[in-house]
């Protein structure tokens, strides 16, 4: 068996929120080692800077604290620690701008990922940070040693302290696949499982099909498809009509506007076995204004003229309708456009885990101290997506991964300092 020299800390897990932890440490004159199981840090964070590395969020402080749902009661402190100001400013700190995008989205100026984290890495290194890939964390020896898998084979460490930032579960090939959860609840940890969030959904065949899914018409034709400009709300979940931008996949539904009420969605899905979307195709028409356009006389024109003409629903939105409703129903005027202010879209699951762009679940905070410590583990601390909170997509995710992870670095330098 192979030892690695003894380090002061182990951080395990190379993403934002380890290497905040890192540099938190770093600051305090604490040296740490670094071990991830890639071949490289950071994958997910580069995956995330290719559509537009979207960092955190200009809206107020009380919207953004919001966003946490559930958890906010243990996100807010972080983020009150290091708010979304402090965490531009750090990035600004590193040598890369940022800017306020029209949603309010907070973005480095070039929109990607790599610029930053070159910068980071670079700071990291300088300050004496240790990096180990190809390290993967396979739990702990009998008496206490973090045991790594390596190309040379299995390694053992002895740390005065462990930061475990290992990510949640999606996306596995970029190495946060979710292998921590039986170690953990092995070791008597509360681990919640990791599902979807952030997730695509499968719809139920919108008329007499026995399979799920859309027709196979519909399916090559416009799984792709933006739905630009329409409202979505979910039956039973008492909120307003949101606006956005949804996308027809393949099976199903995905896009900004569907991640964010994901987490709803799933809950009814678990609760019921179905949800039901509700798409406003029409936003910016009122029912009654619906009505009278639809029951206008149409003459000789087609349906698809009719509604084009009257109402601005044509291609992807006119075969939703065709899709999702009888010949009755599309011949019923009253009855469309009641469809077309609130056409229902049932929906059976979430797209797979591996697909979605976090992970709800995690390491429960009831069995973390405020240092974000394992009351079960002492000296082995958490941070990250693999703590069991969720959020939307709009940079909240980043914010919290980095504010969890700075929290964790002062913890363990505190917990240090008292031993
Ligand atoms: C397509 C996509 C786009 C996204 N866009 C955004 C965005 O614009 N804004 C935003 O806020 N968020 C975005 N996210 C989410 C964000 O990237 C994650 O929430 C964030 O990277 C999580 O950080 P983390 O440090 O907790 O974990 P990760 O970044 O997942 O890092 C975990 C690290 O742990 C390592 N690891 C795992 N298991 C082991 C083990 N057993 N041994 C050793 N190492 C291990 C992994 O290799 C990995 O390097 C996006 C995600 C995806 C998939």
């Known amino acids: 068996m192979h030892f690695l020299p003894s380090c002061r800390v182990a951080i395990i897990g190379g993403g934002p929120a380890g290497l905040m932890a890192a540099e938190t440490l770093a600051r305090q004159g604490i040296q740490a080692d670094l071990f991830d199981a890639m071949p490289s840090l950071g994958r997910k964070f580069l995956l995330a800077g290719r559509g537009g590395l979207n960092i955190?969020?200009?809206?107020?402080?009380?919207?953004?604290?919001?966003?946490?749902?559930?958890?906010?009661?243990?996100?807010?402190?972080?983020?009150r620690a290091f708010p979304p100001q402090a965490l531009r400013e750090w990035v600004e700190a590193l040598g890369v701008q940022t800017f306020v995008g029209s949603s309010g989205r907070v973005f480095p100026a070039g929109m990607k990922a790599a610029p930053l984290l070159r910068a980071w890495l670079t700071r990291l290194r300088e300050a004496g940070l240790r990096i180990h890939v190809r390290h993967r964390w396979a739990g702990w020896t009998a008496d206490g040693a973090l045991r790594f898998i390596s190309p040379e084979g299995e390694?053992?460490?002895?740390?005065?302290?462990?930061?475990?930032?290992?990510?949640?579960?999606?996306?596995?090939?970029?190495?946060s696949d979710g292998a921590w959860v039986p170690m953990?609840?092995?070791?008597?940890?509360?681990?919640?499982?990791?599902?979807?969030a952030n997730c695509g959904f499968v719809v139920a065949s919108p008329r007499t099909r026995p399979e799920a899914g859309w027709s196979a018409h519909f399916r090559e034709r416009f799984a792709g498809e933006p739905l630009k400009s329409i409202a979505l709300a979910v039956d039973g979940v008492d909120a307003p009509m949101r606006p956005g931008e949804a996308m027809i996949s393949d099976d199903g539904i995905e896009g900004s506007l569907v991640y964010a009420l994901s987490a709803s969605i799933?809950?009814?899905?678990?609760?019921d076995g179905r949800a039901t979307l509700r798409i406003d195709l029409a936003p910016g028409r009122s029912l009654e204004r619906v009505r009278a356009e639809a029951a206008h006389p149409r003459g000789a024109r087609s349906l698809a003229s009719h509604l084009q003409s009257r109402v601005g629903?044509?291609?992807?939105?006119?075969?939703?309708?065709?899709?999702?409703?009888?010949?009755?129903?599309?011949?019923?005027?009253?009855?469309?456009?009641?469809?077309?202010?609130?056409?229902?879209?049932?929906?059976?699951?979430?797209?797979?885990?591996?697909?979605?762009?976090?992970?709800?679940?995690?390491?429960?905070f009831e069995d973390?101290?405020?240092a974000l410590m394992l009351k079960a583990l002492p000296g082995v601390f958490c941070s990250g997506e693999m703590l069991d909170w969720e959020a939307p997509t709009g940079g909240y995710l980043l914010t919290a991964c980095l504010a969890t992870?700075?929290?964790?670095?002062?913890?363990?330098?505190?917990?240090?300092?008292?031993h």
């Open 184 to 196: 953990l609840a092995g070791r008597g940890v509360g681990v919640a499982p990791l599902e979807p």
């Open 405 to 418: 992870g700075r929290r964790a670095g002062e913890g363990i330098a505190a917990w240090l300092a008292g």
């Open 313 to 364: 629903i044509a291609g992807v939105r006119m075969a939703l309708l065709r899709e999702c409703l009888s010949a009755a129903e599309l011949a019923d005027p009253a009855c469309l456009a009641e469809r077309i202010k609130a056409l229902p879209l049932e929906l059976v699951a979430a797209r797979p885990l591996d697909e979605a762009i976090s992970s709800a679940g995690g390491v429960c």
């Open 266 to 271: 799933r809950e009814r899905i678990k609760a």
């Open 155 to 175: 390694r053992h460490a002895r740390a005065d302290a462990t930061l475990l930032a290992l990510g949640g579960g999606s996306w596995a090939r970029l190495g």
């Open 56 to 79: 955190t969020h200009a809206e107020d402080f009380e919207a953004f604290a919001s966003r946490y749902g559930d958890r906010r009661g243990q996100i807010e402190p972080l983020l």
């Open 368 to 370: 973390l101290d405020e």
